[in-house]
Structure formats: structure tokens, C-alpha cells
């Protein structure tokens, strides 16, 4: 390679790490204001402030709103790690399973409420962050429902009755009505799961008696 080449070659290189820098800036800086106030009252002049750039420049790195809040999601998870369904699995006792589950479930909501709390407040009024959710949350509740819905008795298991109090147990306003009423995430945990094994576990006939 000449000179004149190898000078260009660093040239964009150099350019491609400034912008992926100024990426990176954006992203952390849109992160931050939603988990301090939200994603719906998050302004892209707020995000080029913080992040010390235009609104163009956001712009041109993000040209659509899902854009940005993918960048943001995918950030946010890779440094908050979610609790894995898979790691529940092999408890063959479902009720032992789901107490496991919840506790760990609900420690980590307490953890992630900054986040998660405006987040989804704000699911119900911004498309674009629906859109997203849809993509990275909603798959991820369905995969925990599923773990916790294998090994209950026969006559319940997979039905709709099941499938929903699941739903609610695992929700994160679920957690946060009963932790805000008193209780702790253990024992909000326990609460939710003797519950969940006296409607469905195996001394539960199938005419509810």
C-alpha cells in the first residue's frame, strides 16, 4: 500500500471509530434519561445535550425512533442481565420451581425498577417503544411462562386458567402492588406461589373442589 493509501485507510478508520464513539454517546446518554425520567418525556434535544452533540447528529445516527430505542434496549440489557428461564428448568417440582423462579425474579425487579418502572409506564403511550418491548420483553416473559408452566397436574396444565395466573405472577406490577404493600421480595415470592399451588397443584380436583 502507498502512503497516500495508508494515509486514507487511517483517515477512515479513524472516522469510523469517532463515529462509533459518538454512537456510543448518544446511546448512554438516551439511557440515562429514560431511566431517569422515561422514555415519553425523553426529548432528542435532551438526548444531543447530554450526549454533547446536534440533533442532527443524533439523527443521523438514529434515523427513526425504534432506531434509537433498540440501541437503547440492546445497551440496557447487555449490562443488565436478565434472569434466565433456562436455569429453572431442571427442578422437576413445579411449585419449588416457581417459588425459585419468583424470588429471583422479583429481586431482580427490585433491582431494575429505576428502569423498568418508566419503561413500562411508558409502554402504553409510546408506539415505538411498544414496538421494541414487543421484540425484547414479551419474548422473554412468554420463555419464563412456558419454564414455569411444565410439571403441574395434567387436568390444569397448558389450560388458560394456568397460563394466566403465570402471567400475573411473573408481571412486574405484581411485584411492585405487593412489595409496596409491605412485603418483602422473598416473601412476596412465597405468597404468589402457595397461591399458584392451591389452585393448581395436585391436591386441586378438577371440579375446583
Known amino acids: 500500500m502507498t502512503r497516500k493509501g495508508s494515509s486514507r485507510q487511517y483517515r477512515k478508520t479513524k472516522r469510523a471509530r469517532q463515529e462509533q464513539e459518538t454512537r456510543r454517546r448518544i446511546t448512554e446518554a438516551a439511557v440515562e434519561l429514560h431511566r431517569a425520567v422515561g422514555p415519553a418525556r425523553t426529548a432528542i434535544t435532551d ?3 447530554h450526549a454533547g452533540v446536534s440533533r442532527m447528529t443524533v ?4 434515523p427513526t425512533e425504534v432506531d434509537l430505542l433498540m440501541a437503547c434496549s440492546t445497551h440496557w440489557a447487555r449490562s443488565n442481565q436478565f434472569p434466565d428461564p ?3 428448568a431442571p427442578i422437576d417440582d413445579p411449585a419449588e420451581r416457581l417459588t425459585i423462579a419468583l424470588e429471583e425474579l422479583y429481586r431482580w425487579y427490585g433491582r431494575k425498577q429505576d428502569m423498568l418502572g418508566k419503561v413500562l409506564r411508558d409502554i402504553h403511550t409510546v408506539e415505538a417503544l411498544a414496538t421494541v418491548m414487543d421484540g425484547l420483553w414479551s419474548p422473554w416473559l412468554r ?6 408452566a ?5 387436568h390444569r396444565a397448558g389450560g388458560d386458567e394456568l397460563m394466566g395466573a403465570l402471567r400475573l405472577a411473573v408481571d412486574f ?3 411492585r402492588l405487593l412489595t409496596g404493600s409491605g412485603l418483602d421480595d422473598r416473601a412476596a415470592a412465597d405468597l404468589v406461589a402457595r397461591m399458584l399451588r392451591a389452585e393448581f397443584g395436585p391436591d386441586r ?3 375446583g373442589r
Do not use: E
Not at 59 to 62: C, R, T, W
Not at 150 to 154: E, K, L, M, Y
Open 86 to 88: 433456562s436455569s429453572w
Open 205 to 207: 380436583k378438577p371440579d
Open 47 to 49: 438526548i444531543a445535550k
Open 173 to 175: 406490577d405484581t411485584w
Open 59 to 62: 439523527y443521523s445516527h438514529f
Open 150 to 154: 411444565v410439571g403441574w397436574p395434567a
Open 143 to 148: 420463555a419464563i411462562i412456558q419454564t414455569l
